[in-house]
């Protein structure tokens, strides 16, 4: 799940739905969603909530035992949101800094 966290400064955080634990490394975790591998079933226009978890166990036992077979690298999760919500990256990131510890 996605959430903001208060560390004295807020920051956006993304938690692991099988350990709750912060991921921390995007090369180490995955996103699914809620969607049969099953094109017949699919509908344009169907939303589904993006689910988080660390690769290994976590993704193991919840998202491949349960059937969930759709999901992508995590590293991709912020390219295709910046892209699709027109991000001017430069900008945003400038704006961003004034308000972050990094
Ligand atoms: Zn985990």
Redesign the pocket.
């Known amino acids: 799940m996605i959430q903001i966290v208060n560390d004295g400064v807020y920051r956006v955080a993304l938690f692991?739905d099988?350990?709750?634990?912060e991921?921390t490394n995007a090369e180490l975790a995955l996103y699914t969603w809620d969607e049969e591998d099953q094109e017949e079933r699919r509908k344009k226009g169907d939303r589904f909530t993006p689910h988080f978890?660390?690769k290994g166990?976590?993704a193991e036992s919840t998202v491949f035992n349960n059937q969930l077979p759709l999901w992508d690298e995590l590293s991709r999760f912020p390219v295709y949101l910046v892209a699709n919500l027109k991000v001017d990256w430069k900008r945003a990131r400038e704006s961003a800094r004034e308000m972050a510890s990094w």
Do not use: K, V
């Not at 099988?18 to 634990?21: D, I, K, L």
């Open positions: 692991c099988a350990c709750n634990n991921i978890y660390h166990p976590c």
